[in-house]
């Protein structure tokens, strides 16, 4: 597929993924979700030899300012509820995605915009960003997993306020309340994003995969966490990279993993 709205930059193994709509605030049309779609489905680029995957925003004011409220307008029961669950359908790509994926928010993320970096296995926030949704403002809620994931990342207490309210919090704020993992200056989100996926290449692949899967089966809820747990720990002893990992640690050496 051909992407009119992603940038794809590949650098030192880490990939970094930029939705390029600056003049409508990288807004997530349709066409952008279809790419983001293709991107992290099973069509998408070889992404086998990757450290990671960045995400993040063209130009200086926006990661994603939210779905794109022009489309809005024709949505009906019917099409929203398709919208909806497309949308989460992507996002769970994101979340499932075997390699990790950070969010560098190098502006407003908003709607559609805070739920993609939710998405995201970890949140870097420049100093500058901007986390809300909206939607309320629209009369609609959010519907590419923002009602679940704010509760997961920020607790009931807040994540309803911001909800109900619509209101946006600063990166502090949301460094504060457990929503982002670092806040950096502006303009070093994507750096700090690189210097994290440079460190987890230096561990397991096969164990980093698992500890996504471990992590999100805590929140399905037709899935036991523990048990999802159990079947992982069991996978990741049965690999080369295992043995080596407590080899290199007896032998008080570096691990030479190769993901098999
Ligand atoms: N969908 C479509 N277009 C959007 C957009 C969105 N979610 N957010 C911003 N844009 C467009 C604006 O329409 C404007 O386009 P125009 O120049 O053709 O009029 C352009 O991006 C710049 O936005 P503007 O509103 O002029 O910038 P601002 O600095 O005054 O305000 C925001 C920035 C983010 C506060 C404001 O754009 C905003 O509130 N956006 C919508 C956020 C939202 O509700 N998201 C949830 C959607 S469900």
């Not at 523990?226 to 640690?249: C, H, Q, S």
Request: glycine fraction near 10%; charge should be negative.
């Amino acid at each position: 597929m051909k992407y009119e709205n992603l940038l794809i930059d590949e650098e030192d193994g880490i990939l970094t993924l930029t939705i390029n709509r600056e003049s409508a605030l990288n807004a997530l049309n349709t066409q952008t979700m279809l790419e983001l779609q293709h991107f992290f489905g099973e069509n998408g680029p070889s992404t086998k030899h990757l450290k990671g995957v960045i995400v993040t925003g063209a130009g200086k004011k926006a990661f994603v300012a939210g779905a794109d409220i022009k489309e809005f307008l024709a949505l009906d029961a019917e099409s929203g509820a398709e919208m909806s669950q497309r949308g989460q359908d992507v996002f769970f790509l994101i979340e499932n995605f075997p390699k990790p994926v950070i969010a560098a928010v190098n502006g407003f993320a908003l709607g559609g915009g805070c739920e993609l970096a939710m998405a995201c296995h970890m949140r870097v926030a420049s100093e500058d960003a901007k986390f809300g949704q909206p939607e309320v403002n629209l009369g609609i809620i959010p519907g590419y997993g923002g009602t679940q994931r704010l509760i997961q990342y920020i607790g009931k207490t807040k994540a309803i306020e911001l909800l109900m309210t619509g209101d946006m919090i600063g990166a502090d704020e949301a460094w504060r309340l457990g929503l982002v993992n670092h806040v950096v200056p502006h303009d070093l989100a994507v750096e700090k994003a690189k210097e994290i996926l440079n460190k987890i290449a230096k561990k397991g692949p096969i164990a980093i995969q698992k500890v996504i899967e471990a992590v999100n089966a805590y929140f399905q809820y037709d899935q036991d966490g523990f048990d999802a747990e159990v079947e992982a720990f069991g996978d990741t002893t049965d690999t080369e990279d295992f043995k080596e990992g407590a080899a290199a640690f007896i032998e008080k050496r570096k691990a030479e993993f190769k993901g098999r």
